[in-house]
């Protein structure tokens, strides 16, 4: 393979040293250090004014992660906070754990609920998930009151001092400690497997899960860490106030809560801080107003839903973006980005052609490849020994027998039977409404199916998604079914979220084996992208990208997914002929060179007479034709159903 896919990680110490420096989280760190060491200086007011936005920073945190990122809004999260109060109270007045034992306490318990509360999330969604929640709000409230042994009832109970060992710390210390600790750990998440994860489940969750990402897992996950954060908050609440009291935890403290890290950017760190910095410091400055601070939050909310949906970071980055826009000489944002795209098809025009290498290597000859098993293509390293990249996975046989998918009484699909050989270039046809991305729905599982699809040795029939994925299978979308707000490297991270691995642990504190991991997928991702000419648009967000881009992008994260067979729903659709049958040809010259099956539905008979070995014709959800692509051509049943008579 040529040196020039070669994954980038020749980066120096040095240079690495220096990235670390210029680390917004090393910003970020910085600044509290200096915001605590200011704080230390206030009057015990206003140190206690600061001590409530950062603990409600922390709880915010976890509603970044959980509304934000997730995408699932929870109305119920005072409950969370209250487990964290009475833990808190409790073990504080009971035991000699100290903070230590309060926070643990208060994390067990917390995460326990919000797995218990997850688990409707799997199924519910939106609305409906917000009714339940609610509904736990209430529930939670009563359970407080009444719950006298361990809450107090309506008198509540009182919290002990803040010790840690035989040293006691005051608010201020505790909360700037946790709140440094919750950002960090956040932030690892965010930016790494599990931020994407969540991120890709929320912008487009069939093409998440048709990468092999757990989506059930991930959303508990989510609603999991997010409670644990809540708990850490309510710990600090307890202390805050004194005296814990159920009446503190009603819906409106949820909502109040929402409504904070929508107002400060509900997908930044920085918005959760900014979120509580105003809704609890901005009332200290105008107590005049509090009467009226209902009416107030939901003036803002309509202004920023109007003009800034991100919230006030979201202002921010635009009043950032204009000021960039007007030191280049561009006013128009969409003019700065057809001049990047310009830029990178420049380049690209006079970039080495990589695809050419791959394309003299000898092709890849398959044998005994119907042997392997699921368990035995489970994840693995995109480089091979000499540390280059690697997409080189063998196709298998895929077989297809009696497959139906109905919809009611409908039949999109009726007893369909082909075989695909290993290394095979198919193509699958027919008119609008045929059954072919149904079809494509249905052997990855997206679709429910009878009959009969095996891929090598392993029936598919029963598997999951993620089961087929790690069997071999990926595809692109007719849609694109592009993650909004993600990059081309996002997008090619995403693909590999099989092959990176870590745990959620490691991942938290970014165990130096999580940070090689993510080097090395970032280098896999920089070379794949390459291949595919979207070096200049890396970074880019994909969704603002030409079309002809963002189709190379779908295709960039199919790959990703190291498929032993891929399926292309339309990859050439809406583009011009050269450009469909440039990147048509860049990819099959990648698949042929490693032997990876390739299915391709399209409405271009002659791109598909030129590239497939084989063409299957549906109609009307049957399977009317089966053959080389010049005896399709001729076949009468063909020409009356796909070509017009």
């Not at 206003?46 to 509603?63: K, M, N, R």
């Not at 039949?411 to 695909?420: D, I, K, L, P, Q």
């Not at 729905?441 to 999951?464: C, E, R, V, W, Y």
């Not at 959620?504 to 595919?532: I, N, S």
């Amino acid at each position: 393979m040529s040196e020039a896919l070669a994954p980038r990680t020749d980066r120096t110490l040095q240079q690495r040293g220096l990235d670390l420096a210029r680390s917004p989280r090393i910003y970020g760190i910085v600044a509290l250090l200096i915001a605590y060491s200011i704080v230390r200086t206030w009057s015990s007011y206003d140190q206690f004014v600061a001590a409530s936005i950062g603990l409600y920073a922390i709880v915010g945190a976890g509603l970044v992660l959980l509304v934000g990122v997730s995408g699932q809004l929870s109305l119920g999260h005072a409950a969370f906070l209250a487990v964290g109060a009475y833990s808190a109270t409790n073990i504080s007045m009971e035991t000699g754990w100290g903070l230590p034992g309060e926070i643990a306490v208060a994390l067990v318990v917390s995460i326990a609920v919000g797995a218990l509360v997850g688990l409707p999330s799997l199924r519910l969604s939106g609305l409906y998930l917000a009714v339940g929640t609610l509904a736990l709000g209430f529930a939670g409230q009563q359970l407080l009151y009444n719950w006298e042994e361990v809450t107090g009832g309506g008198f509540g109970e009182s919290v002990g001092d803040i010790q840690i060992g035989n040293r006691l710390y005051t608010l201020v210390d505790a909360t700037f400690l946790l709140l440094g600790i919750s950002f960090v750990l956040v932030s690892n998440l965010l930016r790494g497997r599990t931020g994407r994860a969540l991120n890709a489940i929320r912008t487009a969750e069939p093409a998440a899960r048709a990468v092999g990402i757990e989506v059930a897992r991930r959303r508990v996950l989510a609603f999991s860490m997010s409670s644990a954060l809540a708990g850490v908050g309510g710990v600090l609440y307890a202390h805050a106030v004194s005296r814990v009291t159920p009446e503190t935890f009603n819906v409106d403290l949820s909502i109040f809560l929402v409504i904070m890290v929508i107002i400060g950017g509900q997908r930044s760190l920085l918005g959760a801080l900014l979120g509580a910095a105003f809704v609890v410091g901005l009332p200290e400055q105008f107590r005049d107003l509090q009467d009226y601070d209902g009416l107030i939050y939901g003036a803002i909310l309509l202004v920023l839903i109007q003009f800034s949906p991100d919230g006030l970071v979201g202002l921010g980055q635009k009043i950032v973006a204009v000021v960039r826009r007007r030191r280049s000489g561009v006013d128009d944002e969409e003019a700065m980005i057809e001049r990047e795209v310009e830029a990178a098809m420049a380049a690209l025009e006079e970039s080495p052609d990589i695809v050419g290498e791959i394309a003299e290597r000898e092709a890849v000859v398959v044998e005994g490849a119907g042997d392997v098993e699921v368990d035995e293509v489970e994840a693995t390293a995109f480089t091979g020994s000499a540390g280059r990249l690697d997409l080189t996975l063998p196709g298998l046989p895929l077989r297809l027998t009696d497959v139906e998918v109905s919809y009611g009484g409908v039949r999109a699909v009726e007893g369909v039977s082909f075989t695909v050989a290993a290394g095979e270039v198919a193509g699958l046809i027919g008119p609008n409404g045929a059954g072919k991305t149904t079809l494509f729905n249905a052997i990855t599982g997206l679709t429910k199916a009878t009959g009969s699809i095996a891929f090598g040795d392993t029936d598919l029939t029963p598997l999951s998604v993620r089961r087929r994925v790690a069997a071999g299978l990926g595809r692109t979308f007719q849609n694109l079914s592009l993650h909004e707000g993600m990059t081309p490297i996002d997008h090619v991270l995403v693909g590999a979220h099989r092959h990176v691995r870590y745990n959620t642990f490691a991942e938290m504190v970014w165990w130096p084996t999580v940070a090689r991991a993510e080097r090395e997928a970032v280098a896999m991702a920089l070379d794949l992208l390459e291949l595919l000419g979207l070096t200049e648009v890396a970074r880019e967000r994909a969704d603002l990208l030409p079309y002809d881009l963002q189709k190379r992008v779908d295709v960039a994260r199919a790959l990703a997914s190291r498929p032993r067979i891929l399926m292309l729903d339309e990859p050439a659709a809406g583009l011009p002929s050269d450009e469909a049958d440039a990147l048509i040809d860049r990819v099959l010259t990648l698949t042929r060179a490693s032997g990876t099956s390739v299915m391709i539905i399209e409405h271009n008979v002659e791109l598909v007479s030129r590239v497939c070995d084989q063409v299957r014709v549906l109609d009307a959800g049957l399977l009317i034709a089966d053959a080389r692509p010049a005896e399709i051509l001729q076949d009468e049943r063909v020409v009356e159903a796909y070509l017009g008579g």
